[in-house]
């Protein structure tokens, strides 16, 4: 009816059941429900403007709402909200929806990494560091063993700068066809980034070919794994947090290189050696629009004409 006598929470509540359940990660719904039902649950939906957006922002940057978090972060939880009182006007539940006031978007982080910086990465992944440098050229002349070979770490890192699939599909990546997640057929030279049961999502997990310096890596590594590249113990992992961390203190890398980095860096190095944008986008599984906004400038052709 009117969202003048709705509850948000009854809103909420209504596209969890009906909506959200559906998703490829219901999971992520709820966990931007739970700020948002302690903030906004016992208000009308008529009742949401801009004041009470902006004041959602605040409390949630502040910490007053669980942790603290950014702002991009509460934005795309109030983009939830959005999507919440959106599917109930679709489905007669609400006859109109409030305008939500959103914070500005943030800027798109252009990091990257140089091949000496990547393959220091490598290297601390594998126990390495290095321990002095030639002062003329910046180049690492001693490198000390520190620590153990993370080799599920090494593999991680070789196959997001080869192919620049995102750090979850790498982690469900197999040997074999499967439902649970994406394969590599080393046979046929393709990357399959998405299992047969899997959802589509707007983060696109196209094929690909598999770059041939990545090819005699998996061969070796088929031999040396029961599951999938990505496998610690003989079981593949959940997430690549620790041994990644690990891996950059060992490379003096700082925290703002994250495993997402790699795919910026592998579409940077492709631009770079004057791949097309289209091109380019085909080959990640990321949109044209997305490849010449963020990353176009690296190209040797940009804006040239």
């Known amino acids: 009816g009117d969202p003048a006598t709705v509850l948000t929470a009854d809103a909420l509540a209504y596209y969890a059941e009906k909506q959200a359940i559906n998703h490829a990660h219901p999971e992520l719904v709820g966990y931007h429900m739970t700020p948002?039902?302690?903030?906004?649950?016992?208000?009308?939906?008529?009742?949401?403007?801009?004041?009470?957006?902006?004041?959602?922002v605040a409390r949630r940057s502040a910490g007053k709402l669980g942790r603290k978090v950014k702002e991009a972060t509460a934005?795309?939880?109030l983009e939830t909200l959005?999507?919440?009182?959106?599917?109930?006007?679709?489905?007669?539940?609400?006859?109109?929806?409030?305008?939500?006031?959103?914070?500005?978007?943030?800027?798109?982080r252009d990091i990257w990494l140089d091949r000496s910086a990547a393959a220091a990465l490598i290297a601390g992944a594998l126990g390495f560091s290095a321990t002095a440098c030639d002062i003329r050229t910046?180049?690492?002349?001693?490198?000390?063993?520190?620590?153990?070979?993370?080799?599920?770490?090494?593999?991680?890192i070789l196959i997001a700068l080869y192919t620049g699939?995102?750090?979850?599909?790498?982690?469900?990546?197999?040997?074999?066809?499967?439902?649970?997640?994406?394969?590599?057929?080393?046979?046929?030279?393709?990357?399959?980034?998405?299992?047969?049961?899997?959802?589509?999502?707007?983060?696109?997990?196209?094929?690909?070919?598999?770059?041939?310096?990545?090819?005699?890596?998996?061969t070796r590594w088929i031999k040396l794994t029961r599951f999938g590249p990505v496998e610690y113990d003989g079981h593949l992992i959940q997430k690549e947090r620790t041994g990644f961390e690990r891996a950059r203190h060992f490379a003096h890398l700082g925290a703002e290189i994250t495993p997402?980095?790699?795919?910026?860096?592998?579409?940077?190095?492709?631009?770079?050696?004057?791949?097309?944008?289209?091109?380019?986008?085909?080959?990640?599984?990321?949109?044209?629009?997305?490849?010449?906004?963020t990353y176009g400038h690296h190209s040797p052709d940009f804006l040239q004409e």
């Open 165 to 218: 699939t995102r750090h979850e599909a790498i982690l469900k990546l197999r040997w074999s066809q499967n439902k649970d997640g994406g394969w590599f057929d080393v046979p046929n030279g393709v990357l399959y980034r998405k299992g047969e049961g899997e959802k589509q999502t707007n983060k696109r997990r196209t094929p690909a070919p598999i770059p041939f310096r990545l090819r005699p890596h998996l």
């Open 75 to 77: 934005r795309r939880e």
């Open 138 to 156: 910046g180049r690492m002349i001693r490198w000390r063993r520190l620590g153990k070979p993370s080799y599920h770490v090494a593999r991680f």
């Open 260 to 293: 997402h980095v790699l795919k910026h860096t592998c579409a940077t190095w492709l631009l770079q050696q004057g791949v097309s944008p289209w091109q380019v986008s085909k080959f990640l599984g990321t949109s044209e629009k997305v490849i010449e906004n």
């Open 82 to 108: 959005g999507a919440a009182f959106k599917f109930c006007v679709r489905e007669k539940k609400l006859t109109h929806r409030p305008e939500l006031t959103l914070p500005a978007k943030a800027e798109a």
């Open 36 to 56: 948002l039902l302690a903030h906004f649950g016992q208000m009308m939906v008529g009742d949401i403007g801009g004041d009470e957006c902006r004041a959602y």
